[in-house]
Every structure is written in structure tokens, then in C-alpha cells.
């Protein structure tokens, strides 16, 4: 069985240079990170790897600057097998279907697989948009919110997913592609073993030429959506702001304010 | 015709409140564009409650009707929803950013190949293009941006729930109501086996205050201060993003673009500095108190009471000063 997982960059700080023409991240200005929300999709991909009993592969996919090797062989140092970047200048700027098309192509390209995980969203853009959009264009069965992993057999799977009313168990045909939630179980640390692998692996790159693709499909270019302005909130409340030296005077004003309000 | 779509939510056979919001948006879209907004409903034996999305701003009800369509299913939502968008082509589609609409919306923008915006917290039409102008934070929450959808029809957008007010209810209001029997046989490659309902959740929306904590309050013990306070002020518990990654409370009460939405009549923010992250998800509040230790931040531009000072040294005189008031009280 062949699982696939897709990760993704994000920055490591707050602090994010945004290009004023495009209204996008400057990627290649950052520190970056694996999106921690994404870590629990390698957790789950290696939970199942670990409970079939056929021989199974983990192939970690994602799109990125150059630099974002480094977070594939984070991925491999945590146990999973194979990875690819999927880079070239021409996917700056993608949106979430330009992303989903980009990933889809090379996913096509990949061959016969059982799963692919994703996490809910990313912490950067907050969409939680691509793992959907990816199967629509793939034309694959979608699990969202999945918590828990029920059974998995060599044509099917069982779990759990939350919703704001509950819990629902759902049984999908395989292929499928599922984005997990937290509650899925702790993600593992690297461990010495899978570093040195990492260090040995060669992840591939593939560039827009690789995918048989044109610049005007990708990036920016091929995005529905437009970051038409960035702008600070306009915060418009007048408020007071008191600054006390003593709590017992803040205290006060709290009760003081609550009473106005009619809460006390 | 410039059409507006909404989706209408419904979980286990009744259309979700959330609904209404969504036609308080499509309302003020649709009056800008001169146009007519559908309500898209699906589900099984909703008959009695379709007019009420017409007294709450709907020119029109299209309800898909069908037994296996009483559970939410993304493929069946599919199958039927992208024939009927492209014979109709509206201009706009609108649906909640809920687990319903998170999960079907990019789905469906990815078989009609078309932009869609997540999360938006604010709509409105650019004047001289008619374009749909889609607000929402950006970046990990700390600015917002406006996206536009330019070339590709619909244009189609999940909102923040709790954003926008429900129209008032207008039993005058008429419209019409479009039944589609749906014969076809489904059968979805997800089927739904079991369904737990969640016994008690955490209800942020049903509070007159909430009092939420953030990384300045530094460790659980004194998050669990929040708790009392809350008890004895007969509100509920929030809490910052970052709060609930150190583990300190629940995901439930994470308040945020990433959590819950809330509007409550007072809220209390305390060592929460303010990132848009958080605003997105509480700026809606009637009345707003911010403790901060910090003067310079942004919590306090949106706080009608904002106090600059040591929360670890506030609260306990705090609880305290309300538990003497409650024990008069009795």
C-alpha cells in the first residue's frame, strides 16, 4: 500500500514579509517551519503504515521555495519513506485551486496510491481548502476533521470525523483523501535512526516542465482568486484606557463597568 | 440576472440558525447587484421549514429532495449542486465556514474550477465592476485582505459565522418555493455508518460575558483563575490560540479566526495581546475590557475599558472582590 502525504511550509514567526505587488508571502525570506497542524497527517500516514501488513510506502510531497527540502527530510527523519518538492519560480503566488491543480498533476504522475493525508489547514493562509480542492480534481472521496482511524482494509476505511454536533463514523472506499484533526494522537519526535536516513535521502525536485504544465495553469497566473489589498484592521472603538498602579482601583473599574452594563 | 446562491446549512434535518446569516449577507449582495438570491436547500422532509427562509430575506427556495440527502454527504451534495450551478450561473455562491461548508465549498470550487475565498469576516460589491469583494484575515491573522475572484464565474466565498446580524423576521415577505424530487439513485463512495451525538458542548454563544486568557496569564494554574471568575459572573470561559497550543484549556474555547466566533454582551480579554487572529473572532462583542501588561497592545484599540496592568495580580483580588459581593447577595 502506498500512502501519500502532503505538508506543507509555513513561516516560524508572526513576523511575515508580505510583497506589496502581489499581496503574497516572500517566501523565501523566512524561517520556516513544517505546518505544525500537518505533523499530525505524517502521524497518521505512519500509524497505518504500522498496522497493515503489507509492505507500505510513505511518500511525503510537498510545494515550496528550494528551502522547503529541509521540512521533507524533517518528514522522513519522523519514519516516512520517499519524498518529492515540487518547485519552480513559475508556482509562486498559487492560490488554493492553483496549489490543489499543481499537486494534483504530479500526484497523477505518482501512480497508484491508497490514501492521501493532509492536515485540517495551514497556520499561515488558514484555508484548510487544498486537501477538499485536491480531491475534487482528482475525483477522489473526501474525509475531513477525522480524529480517529476505526479500520482500514485493503479497500476501505473506517473513522471517525467531528463535526460541531458530534461524531460521525464514516466508511469510504480507498482511494481516498482524508485532512486530520489534533485529536488524531501525539505526533512523534525524529528519532536518530530516521535523521541519519534523512541525511542519506535525496528528495526529488520537480519543476514546472517535470508536470508537462504551462506558466499560465500555475502560480499566480493560474489562481481564480486575486489578493486585491492588505491592509491593517481599522479598529474603531473610543475606549478608555486606564493604567493602575494599584489593582485594587483596576478591580474597581472592572466592577464599576460591569455594574453600568447591568452584568452585576 | 445576477443570482446569488446561498447554501443553506442543515444538520440532522433542520436548517442551522446559521442559515439566516447567510441570507442577512446574500440580502445586502443581492439589493447591490439588483438580482435575486436562492436559498439551496437539501435534505429530505424540510417542507415546513422552507418559508422561513424566505421571511428571513430569500427571493427563492430551491429544495433538492431526497431520502439519502438527510445526511450531509459531499459527493451527493455534488452530484446535484454542479449541474444545477452551471444551468443557473450565478454570480455568487455563498456558504458558512463550518465543517459543512469548509468540506463541500472547496469541493465544489475545484470540480467548477473557480475561486473561493475561506473564512471571509466581511462582503460587499466593488461599484464599478459588480465584483464581490471577500474580507478576511490574512497571513496568520495579523492583517486582513480583500480578494477578488476577477475572470471566473461563480464567485464563491464560506463565512465567518456570528459576523452579521439575521435580518428581522418578516412573515409578509414572499417568494417562491422550487421543490426538485430527485430520483436518481445515489451511491456516494463515503457512507455514514454511525453518529454520536456530543452529549454537552462547551456553549460560548449562550453567555451574557465571557472572560478569556491568553499567554500573559503564563501557566495553567493561573488560567484555572479564569474558571472561578467565570463561575461566579455566571459566563463562560475563552481562550487565546495561543493558550490552547500550551495546552492550558480545551480547543472548544479557543476564540479566534481558528476557534469560535462569539458576540457576547461583555468580554473580557486578559494577557491577550490582540493579533487580528484573535479580533476576528471577538470584535463583534458589545462591550470589550482588556487587561495587558503591555500599553502598546492592540487589544487595547478595541477595548471600551482597557487596563493597563499585572493580570496575576487582578484576578485573585477580582475573584475575591466578587465572591464578598455573591455571599451578600444571599
Known amino acids: 500500500m502506498r500512502i501519500v502525504v502532503l505538508i506543507k511550509q509555513v513561516p516560524a514567526t508572526d513576523k511575515v514579509k508580505i510583497d506589496e505587488e502581489t499581496g503574497t508571502m516572500k517566501r523565501e525570506e523566512m524561517e520556516a517551519v513544517i505546518n505544525p497542524l500537518d505533523l499530525y497527517a505524517i502521524e497518521a500516514s505512519l500509524q497505518v503504515k504500522e498496522r497493515i501488513k503489507e509492505d507500505s510506502e510513505i511518500v511525503v510531497i510537498s510545494m515550496g521555495p528550494p528551502k522547503a527540502k529541509d521540512i521533507v527530510k524533517e518528514a522522513i527523519s519522523m519514519g516516512c519513506d520517499k519524498g518529492y518538492l515540487l518547485s519552480d519560480k513559475a508556482f509562486a503566488g498559487a492560490d488554493t485551486w492553483a496549489t490543489s491543480y499543481t499537486l494534483s498533476t504530479f500526484i497523477k504522475k505518482l501512480g497508484d496510491f491508497s490514501i492521501i493525508f493532509t492536515g485540517e489547514r ?35 476505511i473506517i473513522v471517525e470525523r467531528e463535526t460541531e454536533e458530534g461524531t460521525e463514523i464514516l466508511k469510504s472506499s480507498l482511494p481516498c483523501v482524508i485532512s486530520v484533526i489534533k485529536a488524531i494522537s501525539e505526533p512523534r519526535l525524529p528519532t536518530l535512526r530516521g535523521k541519519l536516513k534523512a541525511r542519506e535521502t535525496e528528495i526529488q525536485v520537480i519543476n514546472l516542465k517535470d508536470l508537462g504544465l504551462s506558466e499560465k495553469e500555475v502560480g499566480l497566473l493560474g489562481s481564480p482568486t486575486r489578493v486585491v489589498k492588505i491592509f491593517y484592521p481599522k479598529l474603531s472603538r473610543e475606549g478608555i484606557k486606564i493604567k493602575e498602579k494599584s489593582p485594587e482601583k483596576a478591580v474597581d473599574a472592572i466592577i464599576n463597568f460591569l455594574e453600568e452594563r447591568g452584568i452585576l | 440576472m445576477k443570482d446569488v446562491f446561498i447554501i443553506s446549512e442543515v444538520r440532522e434535518e433542520k436548517i442551522h440558525p446559521v442559515t439566516y446569516e447567510l441570507l442577512a449577507w446574500g440580502r445586502d449582495l443581492t439589493d447591490k447587484l439588483r438580482g435575486t438570491l436562492s436559498a439551496l436547500v437539501l ?7 422552507l418559508k422561513e427562509l424566505i421571511f428571513y430575506g430569500a427571493d427563492k427556495i430551491e429544495f433538492f429532495k431526497h431520502k439519502e440527502l438527510e445526511v450531509f454527504n459531499v459527493e451527493n451534495y455534488t452530484k446535484i449542486l454542479v449541474p444545477f450551478i452551471k444551468e443557473k450561473n450565478p454570480e455568487i455562491i455563498l456558504a458558512s465556514a463550518t465543517t459543512q461548508g469548509r468540506t463541500l465549498m472547496p469541493y465544489l470550487a475545484g470540480k467548477l474550477k473557480t475561486g473561493l475565498t475561506a473564512d471571509c469576516t466581511y462582503l460587499d460589491i466593488e461599484e464599478d465592476t459588480g465584483l464581490l469583494l471577500q474580507v478576511r484575515p490574512a497571513i496568520g491573522g495579523n492583517v486582513l485582505a480583500t480578494i477578488k475572484t476577477p475572470e471566473h464565474k461563480p464567485q464563491m466565498a464560506t463565512i465567518r459565522p456570528r ?58 494554574q493561573n488560567f484555572s483563575l479564569l474558571f472561578d471568575i467565570a463561575h461566579l459572573l455566571n459566563g463562560a470561559v475563552g481562550a487565546s490560540r495561543s493558550a490552547v497550543d500550551m495546552g492550558w484549556i480545551e480547543y472548544p474555547h479557543q476564540v479566534g479566526l481558528s476557534g469560535k466566533t462569539v458576540n457576547p454582551k461583555v468580554y473580557i480579554a486578559v494577557g491577550i495581546s490582540g493579533a487580528v487572529q484573535h479580533l476576528a473572532g471577538m470584535i463583534n462583542s458589545e462591550n470589550i475590557i482588556a487587561i495587558n501588561k503591555d500599553p502598546e497592545a492592540p487589544i487595547f484599540q478595541v477595548s471600551d475599558l482597557g487596563i493597563v496592568g499585572d493580570a496575576l495580580e487582578i484576578l485573585p483580588l477580582l475573584k475575591k472582590k466578587l465572591y464578598e459581593r455573591k455571599k451578600k447577595d444571599v
Do not use: C, M, W
Not at chain 2, 435534505?43 to 421549514?49: D, I, K, P, R, S
Not at chain 2, 465571557?210 to 499567554?215: D, M, V
Open chain 2, 43 to 49: 435534505g429530505n422532509n424540510l417542507e415546513e421549514q
Open chain 1, 122 to 156: 495551514a497556520t499561515d493562509g488558514e484555508t484548510g481548502q487544498v486537501g477538499p480542492s485536491i480531491s475534487a480534481q482528482l475525483d477522489l472521496p473526501i474525509l475531513t476533521y477525522v480524529s480517529k482511524i476505526i479500520e482500514i482494509g485493503e479497500d476501505y
Open chain 2, 163 to 220: 459576523n452579521k446580524k439575521p435580518l428581522p423576521r418578516n412573515e409578509k415577505r414572499k417568494g417562491e418555493i422550487i421543490v426538485h424530487n430527485i430520483n436518481e439513485i445515489f451511491s456516494p463512495r463515503v457512507k455514514r455508518i454511525d453518529f454520536k451525538k456530543r452529549e454537552k458542548e462547551v456553549s460560548l454563544s449562550d453567555v451574557e460575558i465571557i472572560i478569556a486568557g491568553g499567554k500573559g496569564l503564563k501557566n495553567p
